[in-house]
């Protein structure tokens, strides 16, 4: 089994696929994955929307109109739930934080099972929750396709850590 480490560092935002299906085992490992997420008070405010690529590349379009976001053969959407999500305090709900780990824990079990898959939150929200048809209070935060890549990984940037971490209390 691949180290974690690796893992993080294997993981990329894929833009080309192959054709071939995922099978339903893989799936329904990268589904328990998401299950497993940590949500704030475990309310797993969340809908999981598994969407076939093949017959539906307009609506994909007009969700988010780059080709390769339907060459996959699945493309995955990540909805929150605010009325069944945990609220702080200050009126800040947690729904959309709680999807992002759901898709976080989904893109990197997909990753270690050697699928692809690309982080897309520039989507047409509107066209999202038409095609979807999302009730009231339902808000698609992030979608992925879900393939085996025909690309190959670019080098990987990232900021310092010393840029964006900050280590200890501000001087009062």
Same mark, same amino acid.
């Given at each position: ?7 993080l ?6 833009? =080309? &696929?192959? *054709?071939?299906p ?7 490992e !990268? #589904?328990? $994955?998401? %299950? +497993?997420?940590?949500?704030a ?15 539906h ?24 739930v ?6 702080r305090?200050?009126g800040? =709900? &947690?729904? *959309? ?9 989904? !893109? #990197?079990? $997909?990753? %270690? +099972? ?26 698609p935060?992030?979608f992925?396709?879900l393939?085996?890549p ?6 990987k ?14 001087s009062?």
């Amino acid at each position: 089994m691949m180290e974690y480490m690796e893992l993080l560092k294997k993981r990329y935002s894929v833009r =080309s &696929y192959r *054709p071939d299906p995922v099978n339903d085992e893989i799936l329904a490992e !990268i #589904l328990e $994955a998401g %299950r +497993l997420a940590p949500s704030a008070v475990n309310r797993q405010p969340y809908r999981i929307y598994i969407l076939p690529t093949v017959g539906h590349e307009e609506k994909l379009a007009e969700i988010y109109p780059k080709n390769w976001f339907a060459s996959a053969p699945l493309v995955l959407c990540v909805t929150a739930v605010t009325a069944e999500a945990w609220t702080r305090r200050d009126g800040v =709900s &947690y729904a *959309p934080v709680d999807a992002a780990i759901l898709m976080d824990h989904m !893109i #990197l079990a $997909a990753t %270690r +099972l050697g699928l692809g898959t690309c982080w897309v939150a520039a989507f047409d929200p509107e066209a999202a929750r038409r095609h979807l048809r999302l009730a009231d209070g339902e808000e698609p935060i992030i979608f992925t396709p879900l393939g085996y890549p025909a690309d190959t990984p670019p080098e990987k940037k990232r900021r310092q850590i010393s840029e964006f971490v900050v280590q200890g209390w501000p001087s009062d």
